[in-house]
């Protein structure tokens, strides 16, 4: 497609669920990125792909998060056991390899743990 | 570690006048690329304009220009002749030219209104 398609838009879930979120990124770009944005705060980076692989998991906030990247395409991030605290627009960007690439964000998907 | 910060979380400015919004960075690389994305209510982070700390010459993108003062580490960006499209989020964010540390690192943004 023309952009980075991530799905679904919005997600409500209980308390205690896992949930799953898809992106898909520019045909072509080698690094995805994966950032949380709470209501009305900054971007928090979560992790970096380059490729299938994972050089910067960082900012991943607890062992119930992971994420995955096949084919050096479409990357999903997995939250389980979902808390109140998950709430938040989730983000996701890809670029090209360079690092003066800019990247290119997907409108996200809304997350709401009930 | 970087640090981004913008100090006005919320500015605002009259239709056809221009705007300065700030941001200040904390680095002790030398060679790193900054960038300004904007944020409408539809949530997608739009690429404004970006600089590479290298180059001396401001850029420039239409009504939309950066201020960028490497050893202050300040990168203002001015909007020109404001839209009313011109309304929302905007977030400076700072990226390393080191391979393996090639994520943006974003402040805190600062919403601004365009007064009709």
Known sequence: ?114 | AQTVTQSQPEMSVQEAETVTLSCTYDTSESDYYLFWYKQPPSRQMILVIRQEAYKQQNATENRFSVNFQKAAKSFSLKISDSQLGDAAMYFCAYRSDNFGNEKLTFGTGTRLTIIP
């Open chain 1, 1 to 114: 497609g023309a952009g980075v398609s991530q799905s679904p838009s919005n997600k409500v879930t209980e308390k205690g669920k896992d949930v799953e979120l898809r992106c898909d990124p520019i045909s072509g770009h080698t690094a995805l990125y994966w950032y949380r944005q709470s209501l009305g705060q900054g971007l928090e980076f979560l992790i970096y792909f380059q490729g299938n692989s994972a050089p910067d998991k960082s900012g991943l906030p607890s062992d119930r998060f992971s994420a995955e990247r096949t084919g050096g395409s479409v990357s999903t991030l997995t939250i389980q056991r979902t808390q109140q605290e998950d709430s938040a627009v989730y983000l996701c960007a890809s670029s090209r390899t360079e690092v003066r690439s800019p990247l290119h964000f997907g409108n996200g998907t809304r997350l709401t743990v009930t």
